[in-house]
């Protein structure tokens, strides 16, 4: 692979243990991972871009060829920009897939050479999003077998 | 069964006849069915928790054993509490199937001994769900289809 | 056809070369296509019901069997006044699908001598999609792959 | 429309009250429908083809817009001798709209004028299948919920 | 419960370690579980029923309120017979789910007071199926763990 | 990558457009692509094994980092023996999606080091497939629309 790095996009609000998993394979297969959390202003979010950003830079920190950043521009203006030609998802279910074909799809309308490849979560993961995780922590539950351990006392 | 105690959860925003039918069904099949409303303050709904409870009660009202209760916490946490360990859902199609074992998954990394039970709703109630019966009142249309005629004249 | 005229109904926000794709297909199948834009006041849309129907208007002038109007009611009532038999819909995937048989069962509910007919969007316009272009609108991108030749100016 | 006429193709093995239903209702919608049986010597059936034509016959007897054949070639090679344009579907689930939608798309490849149009089958119709009425008469079951009344004393 | 007696359904050829959580899952919930394997001659099956029959026996030796039989009738028959009310059946994913509901459906409609009640599999367990264990063993693979314990020398 | 090489394995019976897409774009991402047509004497095929080595051979000459083979064995056990670590697969539809899962989630069982990645087909090839392919082909149409340029003169 000559420009062997890939980008994992996602609003990370907040960053779990799918999540992390799914960053750590794609460490395993290109030299270098840009997690990329989406900073869209029209969206709501319970957590704000910069402790999204905490999180997920405590939860790769000391893995070399992760790198983390925020953006604020379409997902394939920022790969235009980086020179990025591809991207990685986790899927969970078909509701997932139905959903992630359509970006898949659109971002390759609007930037052709853009490969978007999509691995399958781990079955233990399946339950896991960050909407759940929401959730839980409205009611003041507990989401330490949700989320990453480095973030669970950041929460 | 030892325990045989069923809970029916969902926002019932309002009750409609697949609500009723499902619950009615459980009702031969457990010795109590509790249909639980969930009042989820974070979420915006059409009718305020406490008409949403007068609804569902004047629903069930003669069904010795299903109990009507509203609740404000994670539904695994009332499961807890009341010493609960079936959850029932009916399932219109595949997009139902897709959120409900989102849900199901989740419940069960919360709460392992947890079981949810999936009913089919039944055909003739597949075109019904309770934001089909908000969009028709918006518009003041007729909505005696869709819910239990219990309520008709209370919306 | 006795009866030989056929409602597309949408919320066209705005409208999209999927949706022209769709229109037109059916001026071809039907006598009369009624391009009928939802005005619902409790949702949210980018662009304001007039400026939409203007981009739904400019997008089939010189077409002689599609009119255009938007609708403030049920559909199905809308069918009712017009004395409409038929709708038809695009669908893209199984996402599409499991939200359009929802809609159609209920409407057939709602009025059972209603038929909803659906199409298959033709491939190369399955990434295309009104929340994918106002996506790329909030962010200033180029939209002109996805919404029809007519508007592009117009946005 | 200039060339009023449908094609209801399908194994028809044997023909049920879901078919007979989709026919009918396209016999509202179009001036002629032709349901032709295809005869794929490839595929094993449990009746032969001169029986289900007899059923197939037996059953739209007396509407006279509705004719029936059988043919032993692509359907789109029927559509192109018989000037056919137009394919309708009834569809029952997702596990249907998957399966028709890539016969719809293949149809398209290869003959590109023809249009593929799809009915959602009436909800007290979706448990019907010519494969479960086969699975009933091989255990010498009842089948009269399934197939049409013409055929009963048929089979 | 009056009649807490549930029918799991399968062909179990072979039974796997999917099957027999769902089984044993089933048996705290009901008073009664029957394990019933379909001899439907006309389908091909890797081990004969008699095979199935000893794997499935040896799986649940020891659980006092699983009984396994095998059958030669209609699902619904079986039920009619025994005077059963239930059905139980595992879920792994989305084609699952559209596979079984028509087979529910179907049942309703041959035998209106049959319920059947869908348990999702645990996610450790979605990638098993019997077709899988079948496709190692024609190659001499290791099924150690996709089937049970118990059954692993037997094969 | 210091394993950078990608199974692409399947039945090829033959090889479409469609796999061509996928392959090529495989060897845009990998140093190494190996197309492994699998040999399952229990699986009846169109053509014979020999035939479908020489199609795929035909397809990829002068690619020079596409190597083709056949194998008879499991999936997993080629991987091992050839120390590949990822396995590359194209997705149609909801349909194929739930069908590859199933594999993929058996194979992770059977070897977890392997990693499955899909690719999203594109869009002007959905409608393409071997089954497709042979059913022209018995009829005696025209398949240069669905198979690789390279192998239309060798059918």
């Given at each position: 692979?000559?420009?062997?790095?890939?980008?994992?996009?996602?609003?990370?609000?907040?960053?779990?243990?799918?999540h992390q998993s799914i960053a750590l394979?794609?460490?395993?297969?290109?030299?270098?991972?840009?997690?990329?959390?989406?900073?869209?202003?029209?969206?709501?979010?319970?957590?704000?871009?910069?402790?999204?950003?905490?999180?997920?830079?405590?939860?790769?920190?000391?893995?070399?060829?992760?790198?983390?950043?925020?953006?604020?521009?379409?997902?394939?203006?920022?790969?235009?920009?980086?020179?990025?030609?591809?991207?990685?998802?986790?899927?969970?279910?078909?509701?997932?897939?139905?959903?992630?074909?359509?970006?898949?799809?659109?971002?390759?309308?609007?930037?052709?050479?853009?490969?978007?490849?999509?691995?399958?979560?781990?079955?233990?993961?399946?339950?896991?999003?960050?909407?759940?995780?929401?959730?839980?922590?409205?009611?003041?539950?507990?989401?330490?077998?949700?989320?990453?351990?480095?973030?669970?006392?950041?929460?």
């Open positions: 692979m000559n420009n062997n790095i890939v980008l994992y996009p996602g609003s990370f609000d907040p960053i779990t243990k799918g394979r794609a460490a395993q297969m290109f030299d270098n991972v840009i997690v990329a959390i989406g900073n869209n202003p029209d969206k709501k979010s319970m957590f704000p871009i910069e402790q999204r950003l905490r999180f997920v830079e405590a939860t790769f920190q000391g893995v070399p060829n992760i790198k983390v950043l925020s953006y604020n521009c379409l997902t394939v203006d920022l790969c235009r920009k980086e020179n990025i030609r591809y991207i990685i998802r986790g899927i969970r279910s078909g509701m997932d897939w139905n959903a992630e074909t359509a970006i898949a799809n659109a971002n390759k309308l609007l930037f052709p050479p853009l490969e978007t490849l999509f691995l399958l979560t781990e079955p233990h993961f399946v339950g896991i999003s960050s909407s759940v995780v929401r959730e839980i922590l409205t009611y003041g539950g507990d989401v330490s077998a949700f989320v990453p351990q480095q973030i669970v006392n950041m929460l």
